[in-house]
């Protein structure tokens, strides 16, 4: 079995790890809240320690699933970070979703160590994360790779290898521009024919027969209709990937007009309270604007 760790035990990270424990790998944690780490202890049998430095100290590989690109800097680079405690010629795999230069320039700062490194964005949200079924987006040697392969199956379905450094990132955020874009259309489409006076489900039931057919709609409107926001991914952390999504645009020359629309109607919903909660709350702004509210 492995010598891992594990940095990052929030709504991803905390199921991610719990699976590769449940594997029987040795799992030193660490996370920004001490009392994850202790809790994933006790339930799973990994090891709490008090830095990612400690954490790299006992791994021969260390993943890691932050909320941004200033955090992952902080836990790899930073004080008592990974860099201080890894040996030569250890893996760090970054499941976050962060800027692909930044992560590049990490990648060149751990390598100049002698420490291989894997931007590996996931996408699956918390359910994903909870039953073993991401999809990562993996950047980065070939060779390391196929080496942690089988650890990531732990964890995920879908392997994609999208090429060299920062490739990963590239396509989970064009994934994602996609998809926030997706919602956006649907929360407007469906606010306008709430309004007009069509049954919200006779309405769904129409768009899942048609060419507008899309499984984010499907799994994401009954919530809607039950007015259940729980997080399964939270509106401030897609606001921060279409950030990412137009910083990305901006260094390739790549025009995105519609997603720089939707990140303001992103950031309305976090203005009006919402940041915390799951992407499709989204909707609430449009309804207010509207004065409707779309109910099952």
Same mark, same amino acid.
């Given at each position: ?96 979703? @962060?800027?692909? $230069?930044?992560?590049? *320039?990490?990648?060149? !700062? =751990? ?8 931007? &590996? ?68 489409? @469906?606010?306008? $024919?709430?309004?007009? *006076?069509?049954?919200? !489900? =006779? ?8 060419? &507008? ?84």
């Amino acid at each position: 079995m492995a010598k891992l760790g594990f940095l990052g035990l929030g709504l991803m990270g905390y199921p991610m790890a719990r699976n590769l424990l449940r594997a029987g790998h040795t799992v030193a944690l660490w996370s920004n809240t001490a009392s994850k780490a202790t809790q994933l202890a006790s339930e799973a049998g990994g090891v709490a320690c008090n830095t990612p430095a400690d954490v790299a100290r006992q791994s021969d590989i260390v993943f890691l699933c932050v909320g941004d690109t200033a955090m992952a800097e902080t836990v790899i680079r930073g004080e008592n970070g990974i860099l201080g405690g890894a040996r030569t010629g250890a893996v760090v795999v970054d499941a976050s979703t @962060i800027s692909p $230069s930044a992560s590049c *320039g990490i990648g060149e !700062k =751990l390598a100049a160590a002698g420490i291989e490194f894997l931007g &590996a964005p996931v996408t699956g949200s918390t359910p994903g994360a909870i039953n073993a079924t991401l999809t990562f987006m993996v950047g980065g040697d070939e060779k390391v790779f196929e080496s942690v392969k089988p650890l990531l199956e732990v964890m995920g379905k879908k392997l994609y290898y999208c090429g060299g450094p920062g490739m990963g990132l590239h396509a989970k955020l064009s994934q994602n521009l996609v998809l926030s874009n997706i919602l956006q259309a649907f929360n407007e489409g @469906i606010v306008l $024919s709430t309004k007009a *006076g069509v049954e919200p !489900k =006779l309405m769904l039931d129409i768009l899942s027969n048609s060419a &507008a057919k899309c499984g984010l709609i499907e799994y994401k409107a009954p919530f809607v209709f039950r007015r259940d926001f729980t997080t399964n991914f939270s509106v401030k952390w897609m606001h921060k990937d279409i950030g990412l999504m137009l910083d990305s645009g901006e260094e390739l020359s790549v025009p995105l007009p519609l997603t720089a629309l939707t990140r303001q109607m992103f950031q309305a919903a976090i203005s009006k309270g919402h940041g915390e909660e799951d992407i499709c709350s989204t909707i609430n702004v449009l309804e207010e604007y509207a004065g409707i509210q779309v109910k099952g």
